[in-house]
């Protein structure tokens, strides 16, 4: 079978195409389009070579030449395009392939951060908030209390309160 009639022998997979499958077939088109332009090219090239030869003994055969050359560049412009069409829906198809990876990543972090949610409650949280504001504050009155001179009097009160907190 060839590779036109492969492209488009939808039936002997049985269902859709994966991406990386038709991302796959769309590179080997275009490969095989990439050899038809280089021999295209190169027969452009034969028939000036033929119209250069002839063009003042044979006219008829250097008029042919140029025909023929001239079928070739349309033949040339139409894979062009093809190409142009083929790359457009590949680079398509690979952000599409490349979005899907993407949403199913942040779905997946999604359940990920509704399970660790669910794992945490506010009243624990708000609960050590309020007990780490308390240590806060017990240090703060440390600080206070060992940076103030020999001299001053201490507050019985604070001083007891500080005992008793440790």
């Not at 590179?27 to 090239?45: C, F, N, P, V």
């Not at 206070?144 to 440790?166: K, L, W």
Request: charged fraction near 35%; aromatic fraction near 6%.
């Amino acid at each position: 079978m060839s590779k036109i009639l492969k492209l488009f022998d939808w039936s002997r997979t049985g269902s859709s195409p994966t991406p990386q499958e038709a991302i796959q077939r769309l590179r080997e088109t275009e490969e095989m389009l990439s050899k038809k332009q280089a021999y295209l090219e190169k027969k452009i090239e034969e028939e000036i070579m033929v119209a250069k030869k002839n063009g003042m003994k044979n006219k008829r055969d250097a008029l042919q030449a140029l025909k023929r050359k001239k079928r070739f560049e349309q033949q040339l412009t139409q894979i062009d395009g093809t190409l142009s069409t083929i790359e457009f829906q590949r680079e398509a198809l690979e952000n599409s392939s490349t979005n899907i990876e993407v949403l199913n990543n942040m779905g997946f972090a999604a359940k990920a951060m509704k399970e660790v949610h669910q794992k945490m409650d506010i009243d624990k949280i708000e609960k050590l908030r309020d007990d780490i504001t308390e240590q806060q504050e017990v240090a703060q009155e440390i600080c206070d209390a060992i940076s103030r001179p020999f001299g001053e009097t201490f507050d019985e009160v604070m001083t007891f309160q500080v005992i008793n907190q440790n």
